[in-house]
């Protein structure tokens, strides 16, 4: 049972344009969300959090946003850089220090 | 600030063979992870300490792994006999406060195993 879900396993992105990564739960009693970015051969790194009593974080090019009643948050990467080529995971967790159940990774591409 | 440092950061076995992970964890840092990403997967949590003692290890494939943190800093996981399923990449992480005041896992650059 996939607990968080990321539908999209990859994404092609113009550099400069947005990237809009997508992620979806369905555990309720999640409370706290997460992004990392991973490159090849190095451990995932922690990007962006947001506690579930927020509907936004923003830090820098990067903004989540969370639809409690949909189940669903976005990552926004604005403007995207290639940089940012790598996968991005979109974790779920209900505490913050508690154990993280992640989705399946979106591989993003941004060409220069 | 070292981050999270494991070893080997490779290791090729045969099936049935043994083999064992090693996890020095980030300073100070209480809690300690281990995950299994499989290729094209996310990670899996397989065990969480809270400095020696054992929080979650619901997921941990018992009758061939183990996992200690003995004086609650290191830990080692240890894999006997290993079948071909578990070739994967074992990452360690560990928690402590990060923005916001929140505790966020960092994790370490990975072990990983192939079994032949």
């Known amino acids: 049972d996939q607990q968080v879900k990321q539908n999209s396993p990859s994404l092609s992105v113009q550099e400069g344009r947005i990237s809009i990564l997508n992620c979806d739960y369905t555990?309720?009693?999640?409370?706290?969300f997460l992004w990392y970015k991973k490159y090849p051969a190095e451990g995932p790194t922690f990007l962006i959090s947001?506690?579930?009593?927020?509907d936004k974080n923003e830090d820098g090019r990067f903004t989540v946003f969370l639809n409690k009643s949909a189940k669903h948050l976005s990552l926004h990467i604005v403007p995207s850089q290639p940089g940012d080529s790598a996968v991005y995971f979109c974790?779920?967790?209900?505490?913050?220090?508690?154990?993280?159940?992640f989705g399946g990774g979106t591989r993003v591409l941004v060409k220069p | 600030e070292a981050g999270v440092a494991q070893s080997p950061r490779y290791k090729i076995i045969e099936k049935r063979q043994s083999v064992a992970f090693w996890c020095n964890p980030i300073?100070?840092?209480?809690?300690l992870y281990w995950y299994q990403q499989i290729l094209g997967q996310g990670p899996k949590l397989l065990i969480q300490?809270?400095?020696?003692?054992?929080?979650?290890d619901s997921q941990l494939p018992k009758d061939r792994f183990s996992a200690e943190r003995l004086k609650g800093v290191d830990s080692t996981l240890k894999i006997q006999p290993a079948k071909l399923e578990d070739s994967a990449v074992y990452l360690c992480?560990?928690?402590?406060?990060?923005?916001?005041?929140?505790?966020?896992?960092?994790f370490g650059p990975g072990t990983r195993l192939l079994v032949l």
């Open positions: 992480a560990s928690s402590g406060r990060g923005p916001g005041r929140r505790e966020t896992q960092y």
């Open positions: 555990n309720s009693m999640f409370d706290y």
């Open positions: 947001i506690s579930s009593i927020k």
């Open positions: 974790a779920a967790s209900k505490a913050a220090g508690n154990k993280l159940t």
């Open positions: 300073s100070g840092h209480a809690t």
């Open positions: 300490f809270q400095n020696n003692g054992v929080v979650d």
